[in-house]
């Protein structure tokens, strides 16, 4: 990676997308300690646009310290005033969202006018939701008789460790940030080192309101950066958000202090059509649910379809004409619906299972394949939609999460062995049902094992929903009241004898 973008190009960064001036650490931008940076390219490209600080053990010593420093007079703060922080963030968060927008496109690849803009926009609704939960973090009096007082006290957690990744590193972030502060932790996040600018943003417009040390924004790799957070003895929780591979580097890590962890994982989330649902409302959910607007680099993608034999092949041909009718370019144009993968490595992985299913002799491939290699799409980290019709939920592209945008659909024909199928995975994030008849469909979705099913409808988490993983997806809950609840505070018993 760093020899590939020593040579890259430079690029003079696009008008209205933010520029970094640092890390955020104790209310300051700073540089990392060693002074070694990380050039941040722009997908669409392959050109460096800009460079943020790669930071190491010394600035995660120094961002423990700074968050040590701030926690005692945070966690004092009345509640509702910390929502009224929240609330002020929220409102600078969406004047400043196009600006928002145009630097997560820029850093991503996500298309500005059907992903960035909408991830901008949520990440102030997150902060405005959280921001009115202040004083919903209440206890409990609990009968013990009438000589006891028993009650019960939500205290935060002390300092909370974050680690989030690149595929909408806005929206990840607002989900650590509001409810943790909200709650009366103070926190230390990482970003991810290839989508690290939107999220400075996102910290700069906090720290505006925050005192300084509450909010701690570093920058840097996972196992220089990550590695010494995950592991400082000072923290008191981790909240992860990315693989499934490393979210058990991030629970061991936990294992060994006793500390609670969050983990939002990978997914390989399956939608299950009914034969009576062969319309044009359906394919435009499993576009939407598959995430082909955002190269389907989601951990809900909805990336395995089983689609009825009745209508197999008739679905399959309206989803082929609307997707192809998308339009892959230029992420910061308008007219793009589709923008890029995020990087080389995953470009390269996204490619290699296209490959695998074209050399596979049981797989037909319905329609995409692998990218153009001369054009302007040849230019930056474009891939097509491509779509696999195969029997089998066995191989490897219905198993692995791609994280890119190549959709296996699978033929059924008995409702059971449909369901079977739909849970034959170890994640259980996300799940998709398509039918008319509301019994069936409601019957599918308590047989399917995620933490997450959505009949009739393939959109992204609102907040106010519990949203996690089941199995190998995840542990926890964030997204909402409760799981800020049960995520970032710890609870106290307190009970009084009154006889005295
Ligand atoms: P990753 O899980 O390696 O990265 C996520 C975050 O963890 C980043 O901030 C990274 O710097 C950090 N990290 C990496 N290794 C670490 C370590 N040893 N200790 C502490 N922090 C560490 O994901 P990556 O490499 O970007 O993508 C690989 C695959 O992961 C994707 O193809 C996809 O399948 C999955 N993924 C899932 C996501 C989700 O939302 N569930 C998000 C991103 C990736
Ligand atoms: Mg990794």
Known sequence: MSTAIAEMKTQAQPAGTYKPKGMLIGGKWVESASGARIIIENPGKRTAVAEVPRAGEADVNAAVEAAEKAFPAWKNVVPRERGKILLKIAEVLEARSEEMARTIALETGNALRTQARGEAKLAADIFRYFGGLGSELKGETVPLGEHVLSYTRREPIGIVGAIIPWNAPVMLGALKIAPALCAGNVLVMKAAEDAPMAVLLMADICQEFLPPGVLNVLTGYGQ?????????????????????????????????????????????????????????????????????????????????????????????????????????????????????????????????????????????????????????????????????????????????????????????????????????????????????????????????????????????????????????????????????????????????????
């Open 224 to 500: 220089e950066c990550g590695g010494p957070l995950a592991n400082h003895p000072k923290i008191r929780k981790l909240s992860f958000t990315g693989s499934t591979e490393v979210g058990k580097v991030i629970m061991r890590a936990a294992a060994e202090r006793i500390v609670p962890v969050s983990l939002e994982l990978g997914g390989k989330s399956p939608s299950i059509v009914y034969p009576d649902a062969d319309e044009d409302w359906a394919v435009d959910g499993i576009i939407n649910a598959m995430r082909f607007t955002r190269q389907s680099q989601s951990c809900t993608a909805g990336s395995r379809m089983f689609l009825h034999e009745d209508i197999f092949d008739s679905f399959l041909r309206k989803l082929e004409k609307k997707t192809t009718a998308l339009k892959i370019g230029d992420p910061l144009d308008e007219a793009s619906d589709i923008g890029t993968i995020i990087n080389n490595k995953q470009y390269t992985k996204v490619c290699k299972y296209v490959q695998d299913g074209l050399d596979r002799s049981d797989a037909k491939l319905v329609f995409g394949g692998l990218p153009p290699k001369t054009g302007p799409l040849s230019e930056g980290y474009f891939t097509m939609p491509t779509v696999f019709a195969d029997r089998s939920n066995d191989w490897r592209l219905a198993r692995e999460e791609i994280f890119g945008p190549v959709l296996v659909a699978i033929r059924w024909s008995d409702e059971a062995e449909a369901i079977r199928m739909a849970n034959d995975s170890h994640y259980g994030l996300a799940a998709y049902v398509w039918t008319h008849d509301i019994g069936k469909g409601l019957r599918a979705a308590h047989a399917i094992e995620s933490g997450w099913v959505q009949v009739n409808q393939g959109g992204g988490q609102t907040p106010g929903m519990s949203y996690g993983g089941y199995k190998q997806s995840g542990l926890g809950r964030e997204f909402s009241l409760e799981g800020m609840l049960d995520s970032f505070t710890q609870r106290k018993s307190v009970t009084v004898n009154l006889a005295v």
